[in-house]
C-alpha cells in the first residue's frame, strides 16, 4: 500500500516512522509548503518531496496521510475523497463545526477508508481500559474521569491560531469520553487563565474542567492544565457498578531511589511524542488493516464531528455560564 | 479534663476511645435516649449513664462531646454553651442553613472551645498534603480534585433522614474543599442515582459531581459515589504552578500477589473508622490542645457553617440546573 | 487476667500499653532495676512499682511478660515457671544456645503458656503472607527473601553486649524463615564491616547475608544492614511454583509529590516501634487467647531455641567460611 | 557501516531490526546453517543469504553480528578478527572459560572493535540505576541484589547443550554485578531442581541462588528461577551509605482494576524480547558508535570472560559445596 505524506513537520515526521514500521505499507512520496522541510524528510526517507496536485493526480497513490496544519485538513479530506484515495487525517477535521459537517457529508459516500486520528484510542493503557470496560469487568459504568495535562503551554501564537483550548487540548479528552462513555446530553465548561496571562489575553483559557452529562445518568469529568511541571499526565479513570479501572501515566523508567529526603521515582515520559509512541505505530497499523483487509474504520469522521460538537458546546458554555445540550444538529446524527 | 459524652452509638464509641487515648481527658458521663447503649458503653468505661440535664448542670464536667443524632446538634450545642461546658460537636450543626447561623451568633460569644469534627483535616495524608501545600511546595494551587466513594450506600431509611448526598456525604468534601482552598464564588452540582432506585424514590442521589469555582480563577472538583465495590475509596489531588500533591488511600496490608491472573494487592481499608482511625485520635487531642492550653481551635462553628451552605448551594444547583453564586448572607460572613 | 510487667524500658513501655488496650488484661505491678523508671511507669499506669520476689510470690498475679535486659531472661523463665504464672518474655531465650536448651526443659513441663515474643509474625502484612502461603496461593514455596535494615545503627556499647548482629537482628529473620519455611539444613552467613569500623572493633558485622537451605532444596535468603539511611527496611519476598508473595513496607502517609525533580512518596514508617505498633498489640492478644481461651500458644520456647540455634550456626559459618549443617543437638529436637 | 547477521533465529531477527532503526548500519547479509531460515530473513529485508565464508571474505562488509548457536562463537570471533571485521558477539563467548581465555588473546591485538552483548546493561532502568551509583546518590555502595526469573523453563534439550543454569542463566546476573560492583573475591552458589525433575536428570539446577563477596566487603546476591508464573522477573537493588536504589520490572500497561477481590495491576512484560526491546535497540548503536565515531566499546571480550570465570567458580562452589575464591588466572588478568 503506497502513501503520501501531507505535511512533514512534527507528527509528520512521527507517522513516517509508522508507515514504516508496518511492512504493508511504504512512504512513497512527501508535500509541505514548507519545502525544506519535505525536501530534509524525501532525502531520509529516499523518495521524492512533490507538490500537493500532483500526488493526488498519480493513481499509483493508495492513501494519503494528512499531518498538514489544521486549516489545510478539511480541503484536503475532500480532495482525497475527490482522488480516490484512502484518507488518515489529524485531528480536528476543522476548527468550525459547520465545515466539519459539510466534511462529513462528503465523506460519507467514499468508498474508500477515512479516518480520523484520535491517536490516545490506541495508547495501550487507555485500550486495555476499554477492552475491561466493554467485557462488564466493572458492571455499569458510572464515573468516567480524563485528566491530560500538558507539561507546558505552547507559544502564545500557536494559541492565537488554535481555535482555543477546548478545541485543541480538550478535544482529545471529549473523543475519550465518546469512546468510553458515547455523546452526552449536556457540557458544563470551566475555565481560568492561570498559567500565563498572554493566554488570556489571546482569548484563550489555560485550566480547564468540564462536566458531560450523560441520558442515562453518567456523569464524565476532563481536567485539562497547558502546565504540569512534573510531565505529560495523562490518565483516565472509571467507577462502576462492580469496580473502578484507572489508566495511570507511563514512567520514564522503573528506578526507584530512597533517599533521607524520601522515596523518588521516575516522571511520567515527557509528551505526547513519547507517550504515544506506541499508539501512533498501532494506530497506523488499524488504518492499514482497513485498507489492506477491509477490517471496520475504528475511529471515523463522524467521531471527529462529535468532538467538535463537545468543544464548541464548551465553548458555549464557558461564555454563557450555563451547562449547554447537545443537539443531534450539532452532530449531524 | 473531664468530659461528658452524648451519644453511645457507632461514633459516639470511636470517640471513647479517643478521650481514653489522651492522657490530659478523662470520659465521666455518658447520655443516650438508647439507655442500653448508654448503659453498655457506660460499664465497659467504668462510668455513669446519665441524663443530659444532668450532665449540663454538673460544674465538675469541662466539656461535652456531641455524638448523638444530627437534630439534636444545634440545641445541644446552645445548651452547652449556656451551661458553660468546652464543645466538641459531630458534623454537620444542623440540616438547615438558617439553624446554624443561628447557633453560630450563639457560639461566638463563647469563652470556651467549640470545635465542629471535621475528621478528614486530621488524617495524616490529607494534614501532610494541606502542610506542604500551605509551605508553597508546589506553588500557586491551580486545581483541586477531591474524591469520596463510600463502600456502600447505608439504608433508604437513613438517606430518608439524611438531608441527601451533599449535606450528608459531600458535606466532608465541601469541608476538604474549605480547608485547602478557602471558600469559593460558585457551586455548579450534577447528581444521578444510579445504585438504587429507591435512593432516587428518597428524593436523592447517589452519584455526584460538584465542580466549585474560585475568585482567583482555581476551580475544584468533588467526585461522590454512595458505592465503591473496593473499599472506601477517599483521595486529594491538587495541582499547581510547581508541582502537584496527591493523598492516595490507605491500604489494609501491604502483600502482593503476583500469579499468571495478574499481580494483586490489597484493597483500601474498608469505611470510615479504618480509614480515619488515627485522624479521630489527633482530631480529639486538638481539641484538647484548644482547652488545656489554649490553641486555637482548628474547625471553628464557621467552617461549619461553611461546609452547609455549600451544601445548600449545591442542592439549588442541581434543582435549578446552574451554577450557583455563594453570597455572603449563606455564610454569615 | 492480671499482669506483671518486668521492664519498664522502652520495649516495657509498649507492652504496657498493649495490656492496657486488650480489655481480658489488667496491668498490676512493674519491676525494674532503675526504680526511677518503674516509678513512672507505675505513676502512669496508677499501679505499683514492686520487687521482682514480690511480684512472683504474688498469687493474685496470673502472668508476667518479661522485657528486662536479656540477660535476665533465662532467669525470670524459670522462676516464673516455678511460681506458676504464664510467662510472656522478649526474644533471645539467651545468648547461649546451652543456656537456652535448659530453659526449654524446664518450660516443657510447665502448664501454663510460655510464649516467646517474635513480634514480626503478628504484622499483618507478613502474616497475610503466611496465611496466603499456608492456602497454596502460590503453589508449592521455593524461594525466601527476608530483607531487614535498620534506619541506623545503635551505640556501640550496645553492640558490645548484644551478641552480634546474627543473634542480636538478623535473629528476627531466622524466625522470620523458621516461621514460613521451617528450619534448615544449613546456614551460609557472610557479613562485613562497612557502616563503622568501631563495630568491628567490638568483633561484630554491621552488614551480612545469610542463605539458609532445605533438605526439600528450597532455599532463603537473608539480607541485613544496621543502617538504611531511608528508614526501616522490613521485606518478605517469596516465590512460589504458581506465583509470588512480597510484603512491603509500610509508608509514613499517602502523600505523592510531583514536581519537576520527580516523583517523591514517603518513607517507611521510622523504626520498629512504628512499623509494629499493631503487631505488638496482636501479638499480646494471641497471649491472652492462649491463657483465658487455651488456645495454643503461636511462638513457644522450642521456636526461640531454633532461632538461636541458626544465629549460633551463622556466626559458626562466618568464622569458618563455609556452609555449617543444623544439627538436631543444636535444636534439642 | 555494512553488516552481516551470523544467525537469523529468534535473536538474530531482534538484532537485524536495531541494524535498521540505526540509521548508520545497513543490513547486507545474512548466513545460517539453517537455510530456510536464512533465506526468510534475506527475503523480508530485501538481501541476500550467503556463506559465512563468502561474508568474511566480503571486503565491503565493515561488521559481523554473531547471534548463531553458543558452540560457534568462539570461532567465529577468530574468524571474525583474523577478516578484519568490527564485532559484535551474543553472550557467552564459549562454554568453556580456557577458550574464551584464548579467544581473548585473539581478540586482544585486534584493531576493530569486538563487543560481547550483554543487553542488560543498556535497559533504561538498570542503566539509570549505574548512573545514580557511579554519581555518588546513594553514597557507597553495601549490598547488591540481582532477581532473574524466567517465566518458563526453556526445553529439556536447551538445556542439555546451554552448559547449565550458571553459565547460561546467571550469567547474565554475573555481568550484572560486574557491571555495578566489579568483580568479587568469591562466590558461592546454591542451587536446586524444584520445577522439573527432567532439569536434574540433565545435571542441572532451575532454582538458585549465588553470594558474591568482595575484597572491601561488599555483597552481592543473585537470585535464579527458571520459572515465575507472572512473567519475566527482572530486578536489581542496591543499598548504600546514604540511600537504596531499586530498579523494578516493566509492566504491560498502566490499567488497575479494583473490585471487591482486590486491586490488580498488570504482569511484568511477558519475557526477554519485550523487556529489552529498547535495550536491544540502544546496545547496538553503542556498537555503532564505537565503529563509526571510535567511542570505547562499552562490553569488551573481557567483560565476557570475567561473567564467564564467575559461572565457573560458581559451577565448583555447587560442587563442592563451599565458596570458591576468584584466581586471576580465571579471568586472564
Redesign the interface.
Known amino acids: 500500500m503506497k502513501v503520501a505524506l501531507f505535511g512533514a513537520g512534527r507528527i509528520g515526521k512521527v507517522h513516517a516512522a509508522s508507515i514504516k514500521m508496518d511492512?504493508r505499507s511504504e512512504l512513497v512520496a512527501v508535500t509541505d509548503v514548507m519545502t525544506k522541510a519535505a525536501g530534509a524528510l524525501a532525502k531520509?526517507y529516499g523518495i521524492e518531496a512533490r507538490s500537493a496536485d500532483d500526488i493526488l493526480a498519480d493513481e499509483r497513490i493508495d492513501a494519503i496521510l494528512i499531518a498538514s496544519s489544521t486549516n489545510t485538513h478539511a480541503d484536503l479530506i475532500e480532495a482525497g475523497v475527490k482522488a480516490g484515495k484512502a484518507i488518515f487525517c489529524e485531528k480536528p477535521i476543522d476548527l468550525s463545526l459547520d465545515r466539519a459537517l459539510a466534511v462529513r457529508k462528503v465523506a460519507a459516500g467514499h468508498d474508500k477508508p477515512v479516518m480520523m486520528a484520535f491517536n490516545r484510542r490506541f495508547d495501550?493503557?487507555f485500550a486495555?481500559?476499554k477492552g475491561?470496560l466493554d467485557a462488564g469487568?466493572?458492571?455499569?459504568a458510572?464515573?468516567l474521569?480524563v485528566t491530560s495535562?500538558d507539561p507546558a503551554p505552547p507559544p502564545v501564537s500557536y494559541i492565537q491560531m488554535s481555535g482555543g483550548l477546548y478545541r485543541d487540548m480538550m478535544i482529545h479528552d471529549f473523543d475519550m469520553c465518546a469512546f468510553l462513555f458515547g455523546m452526552p446530553n449536556s457540557v458544563?465548561a470551566?475555565g481560568?487563565?492561570?498559567?500565563d496571562p498572554e493566554i488570556a489575553r489571546a482569548g484563550d483559557v489555560d485550566?480547564?474542567?468540564a462536566?458531560l452529562?450523560y441520558a442515562d445518568?453518567?456523569?464524565a469529568?476532563i481536567?485539562n492544565?497547558r502546565?504540569?511541571?512534573?510531565g505529560y499526565?495523562q490518565r483516565v479513570e472509571v467507577?462502576g457498578?462492580?469496580?473502578?479501572?484507572?489508566?495511570?501515566?507511563?514512567?520514564?523508567?522503573?528506578?526507584?531511589?530512597?533517599?533521607?529526603?524520601?522515596?523518588?521515582?521516575?516522571?511520567p515520559v515527557f509528551f505526547f511524542l513519547e507517550r504515544y509512541m506506541r499508539a501512533y505505530a498501532i494506530e497506523w497499523s488499524a488504518f492499514v488493516d482497513a485498507c489492506v483487509e477491509g477490517k471496520k474504520v475504528p475511529v471515523t469522521v463522524q467521531d471527529g464531528v462529535n468532538a467538535l460538537a463537545l468543544a464548541e458546546a464548551a465553548n458555549m458554555s464557558l461564555a454563557q455560564?450555563?451547562?449547554v445540550a447537545l443537539t443531534s444538529g450539532m452532530t449531524g446524527s
Not at 469487568?137 to 455499569?140: K, P, S
Open positions: 511492512p531520509e495501550p493503557s486495555a481500559l475491561a469487568e466493572i458492571g455499569r458510572e464515573l474521569t495535562y458544563m470551566h481560568s487563565c492561570l498559567i485550566t480547564a474542567v462536566v452529562t445518568g453518567r456523569i469529568t481536567r492544565s502546565r504540569a511541571p512534573y499526565d467507577l457498578s462492580e469496580g473502578a479501572l484507572a489508566a495511570d501515566n507511563e514512567i520514564e523508567n522503573t528506578l526507584v531511589k530512597s533517599t533521607a529526603a524520601g522515596i523518588v521515582s521516575a516522571k455560564g450555563r451547562p
